[in-house]
Protein backbone atom coordinates (compact mmCIF):
# COMPACT_ATOMS: atom_id res chain seq x y z
CA UNK A 1 0.00 0.00 0.00
CA UNK A 2 2.65 2.37 1.11
CA UNK A 3 4.72 1.94 -2.36
CA UNK A 4 1.61 2.32 -4.42
CA UNK A 5 0.94 5.35 -2.50
CA UNK A 6 4.59 6.99 -2.86
CA UNK A 7 4.04 5.42 -7.25
CA UNK A 8 1.21 7.76 -7.35
CA UNK A 9 2.87 10.88 -5.85
CA UNK A 10 6.05 10.43 -8.36
CA UNK A 11 3.92 10.06 -11.15
CA UNK A 12 2.35 13.75 -9.89
CA UNK A 13 5.45 14.83 -9.91
CA UNK A 14 6.67 14.13 -12.95
CA UNK A 15 3.55 15.01 -14.83
CA UNK A 16 3.30 18.11 -13.15
CA UNK A 17 7.04 19.01 -14.28
CA UNK A 18 6.53 18.03 -17.53
CA UNK A 19 3.41 20.41 -17.80
CA UNK A 20 5.72 23.17 -16.63
CA UNK A 21 8.50 22.31 -18.88
CA UNK A 22 5.87 22.51 -21.74
CA UNK A 23 4.32 25.74 -20.53
CA UNK A 24 7.84 27.45 -20.24
CA UNK A 25 8.20 26.63 -23.54
CA UNK A 26 5.96 27.97 -25.35
CA UNK A 27 5.71 31.52 -26.91
CA UNK A 28 3.53 33.70 -27.97
CA UNK A 29 3.30 33.43 -32.33
CA UNK A 30 5.25 36.10 -33.70
CA UNK A 31 3.31 38.41 -36.31
CA UNK A 32 5.43 40.56 -38.95
CA UNK A 33 3.74 43.35 -41.26
CA UNK A 34 5.15 45.85 -43.75
CA UNK A 35 4.83 49.40 -44.71
CA UNK A 36 2.80 49.79 -48.38
CA UNK A 37 3.45 51.97 -50.98
CA UNK A 38 0.51 53.98 -52.51
CA UNK A 39 1.01 51.71 -55.54
CA UNK A 40 3.10 49.01 -57.40
CA UNK A 41 2.73 50.64 -60.95
CA UNK A 42 6.15 52.72 -62.44
CA UNK A 43 5.68 54.70 -65.60
CA UNK A 44 8.52 53.90 -68.21
CA UNK A 45 11.59 56.59 -68.02
CA UNK A 46 11.84 58.60 -70.70
CA UNK A 47 15.89 58.84 -71.79
CA UNK A 48 17.12 61.69 -69.97
CA UNK A 49 15.00 61.59 -67.21
CA UNK A 50 16.61 63.46 -63.73
CA UNK A 51 17.28 61.24 -61.53
CA UNK A 52 16.63 61.72 -57.55
CA UNK A 53 18.29 59.62 -54.66
CA UNK A 54 16.15 58.97 -51.74
CA UNK A 55 18.43 59.04 -48.51
CA UNK A 56 20.22 57.95 -46.13
CA UNK A 57 17.95 59.52 -43.88
CA UNK A 58 18.63 59.36 -40.67
CA UNK A 59 16.35 57.75 -37.62
CA UNK A 60 16.34 57.63 -33.80
CA UNK A 61 17.71 54.98 -32.79
CA UNK A 62 15.26 53.40 -30.53
CA UNK A 63 13.60 52.65 -33.79
CA UNK A 64 16.74 50.38 -35.43
CA UNK A 65 15.13 47.19 -34.62
CA UNK A 66 12.76 44.56 -36.06
CA UNK A 67 9.87 44.76 -33.04
CA UNK A 68 6.95 47.43 -32.84
CA UNK A 69 7.49 50.43 -31.07
CA UNK A 70 4.98 52.42 -29.77
CA UNK A 71 5.00 55.15 -27.10
CA UNK A 72 3.06 54.96 -23.58
CA UNK A 73 2.28 57.68 -20.90
CA UNK A 74 4.97 60.39 -20.49
CA UNK A 75 8.27 59.51 -22.01
CA UNK A 76 7.98 55.65 -22.24
CA UNK A 77 8.88 53.38 -24.96
CA UNK A 78 7.06 50.36 -25.46
CA UNK A 79 8.57 47.09 -27.60
CA UNK A 80 6.64 44.29 -28.29
CA UNK A 81 8.19 41.42 -29.33
CA UNK A 82 5.13 39.51 -30.65
CA UNK A 83 4.62 42.30 -33.88
CA UNK A 84 7.64 42.67 -35.67
CA UNK A 85 8.34 44.28 -39.15
CA UNK A 86 9.29 42.06 -41.84
CA UNK A 87 12.28 44.03 -43.16
CA UNK A 88 14.63 46.83 -41.46
CA UNK A 89 12.23 49.49 -40.92
CA UNK A 90 15.53 51.67 -41.96
CA UNK A 91 14.76 50.24 -45.73
CA UNK A 92 11.27 49.87 -45.42
CA UNK A 93 11.00 53.69 -45.07
CA UNK A 94 13.13 54.41 -47.78
CA UNK A 95 11.44 51.77 -50.15
CA UNK A 96 8.16 53.22 -49.51
CA UNK A 97 9.59 56.89 -50.28
CA UNK A 98 10.96 56.05 -53.13
CA UNK A 99 8.14 53.96 -55.06
CA UNK A 100 6.08 56.81 -53.95
CA UNK A 101 7.95 59.93 -55.40
CA UNK A 102 8.73 57.59 -58.56
CA UNK A 103 4.83 56.99 -59.13
CA UNK A 104 4.08 60.93 -58.01
CA UNK A 105 7.24 62.22 -60.44
CA UNK A 106 6.52 60.46 -63.67
CA UNK A 107 9.35 62.43 -65.60
CA UNK A 108 11.84 61.70 -62.88
CA UNK A 109 13.70 58.30 -61.90
CA UNK A 110 13.46 57.86 -58.10
CA UNK A 111 15.87 55.43 -56.29
CA UNK A 112 16.38 54.74 -52.45
CA UNK A 113 19.10 54.53 -50.42
CA UNK A 114 21.55 51.77 -49.85
CA UNK A 115 21.65 51.95 -53.87
CA UNK A 116 20.87 55.64 -53.89
CA UNK A 117 24.84 56.07 -51.85
CA UNK A 118 26.63 54.70 -54.89
CA UNK A 119 24.00 56.18 -58.07
CA UNK A 120 25.12 59.05 -59.95
CA UNK A 121 22.09 61.53 -58.96
CA UNK A 122 20.92 64.98 -59.99
CA UNK A 123 19.63 65.63 -56.95
CA UNK A 124 19.38 64.17 -53.51
CA UNK A 125 16.92 63.95 -50.93
CA UNK A 126 17.96 63.88 -47.33
CA UNK A 127 16.79 64.25 -44.06
CA UNK A 128 16.19 62.81 -40.16
CA UNK A 129 13.12 61.29 -38.62
CA UNK A 130 12.67 62.95 -35.39
CA UNK A 131 9.70 60.82 -34.82
CA UNK A 132 7.55 58.01 -36.33
CA UNK A 133 5.71 56.24 -33.47
CA UNK A 134 2.02 55.66 -32.55
CA UNK A 135 0.76 56.69 -29.27
CA UNK A 136 -1.88 55.23 -26.89
CA UNK A 137 -4.55 55.61 -28.81
CA UNK A 138 -3.34 54.65 -32.38
CA UNK A 139 -2.36 58.39 -33.66
CA UNK A 140 1.03 58.45 -35.43
CA UNK A 141 2.84 61.22 -35.65
CA UNK A 142 6.09 61.62 -38.33
CA UNK A 143 8.08 64.83 -37.74
CA UNK A 144 10.99 64.92 -40.24
CA UNK A 145 13.42 67.52 -41.24
CA UNK A 146 14.38 67.32 -44.89
CA UNK A 147 16.37 69.40 -48.02
CA UNK A 148 17.48 68.50 -51.56
CA UNK A 149 20.69 68.93 -52.77
CA UNK A 150 22.47 68.77 -55.71
CA UNK A 151 25.27 66.26 -57.22
CA UNK A 152 27.70 68.77 -55.86
CA UNK A 153 26.06 69.20 -52.77
CA UNK A 154 24.13 72.41 -53.48
CA UNK A 155 21.37 73.08 -51.49
CA UNK A 156 18.04 73.35 -53.87
CA UNK A 157 15.23 73.61 -51.70
CA UNK A 158 16.28 74.88 -48.17
CA UNK A 159 15.62 72.55 -45.28
CA UNK A 160 12.32 72.16 -43.51
CA UNK A 161 10.54 71.24 -40.99
CA UNK A 162 7.12 69.08 -41.38
CA UNK A 163 4.78 67.46 -38.96
CA UNK A 164 2.51 64.46 -40.57
CA UNK A 165 -0.62 62.45 -38.45
CA UNK A 166 -2.93 59.69 -39.09
CA UNK A 167 -5.02 58.27 -36.35
CA UNK A 168 -5.00 54.06 -36.78
CA UNK A 169 -8.67 52.28 -37.45
CA UNK A 170 -8.14 49.96 -34.46
CA UNK A 171 -5.52 51.30 -31.81
CA UNK A 172 -4.66 47.95 -30.48
CA UNK A 173 -4.19 46.26 -34.17
CA UNK A 174 -0.39 46.12 -35.03
CA UNK A 175 -1.49 45.43 -38.86
CA UNK A 176 -3.79 48.75 -38.94
CA UNK A 177 -1.08 50.74 -37.27
CA UNK A 178 1.34 49.68 -39.54
CA UNK A 179 -0.75 51.10 -42.29
CA UNK A 180 -1.29 54.48 -40.77
CA UNK A 181 2.23 54.44 -40.57
CA UNK A 182 2.11 54.05 -44.55
CA UNK A 183 0.01 56.81 -44.58
CA UNK A 184 2.05 59.30 -42.83
CA UNK A 185 4.70 58.34 -45.36
CA UNK A 186 2.15 58.94 -48.03
CA UNK A 187 1.78 62.57 -47.03
CA UNK A 188 5.19 63.14 -46.64
CA UNK A 189 6.05 61.73 -50.17
CA UNK A 190 3.07 64.24 -51.93
CA UNK A 191 4.50 67.08 -49.93
CA UNK A 192 7.85 66.44 -51.06
CA UNK A 193 6.57 66.08 -55.13
CA UNK A 194 5.03 68.93 -54.77
CA UNK A 195 7.90 71.28 -53.54
CA UNK A 196 10.04 69.15 -56.13
CA UNK A 197 7.67 70.23 -58.45
CA UNK A 198 7.13 73.89 -57.55
CA UNK A 199 10.91 74.46 -58.32
CA UNK A 200 10.95 72.79 -61.75
CA UNK A 201 13.25 69.72 -60.66
CA UNK A 202 10.97 67.26 -62.37
CA UNK A 203 12.02 68.16 -65.96
CA UNK A 204 14.13 66.75 -68.49
CA UNK A 205 17.57 67.25 -68.98
Keep these: MKTDTMNRVFRYIVTSCFLVLAACGSSPAVHYYALEATGNYVAQDDEGSPVMAVGGFRMPEYLNRSQFVTRGSGAEIIVDDVNRWAEPLDDAIHRVLATNLDILLESMV ?96
Design 110 to 205: VVAYPAAAITEADYRLIGRFDGFVSGPDGRVDLRVQWAITGPDGTVLLPARRARFESQAANPDDPGSIAQAMSDVLAQYSRAVAAEVESIGLAQAR
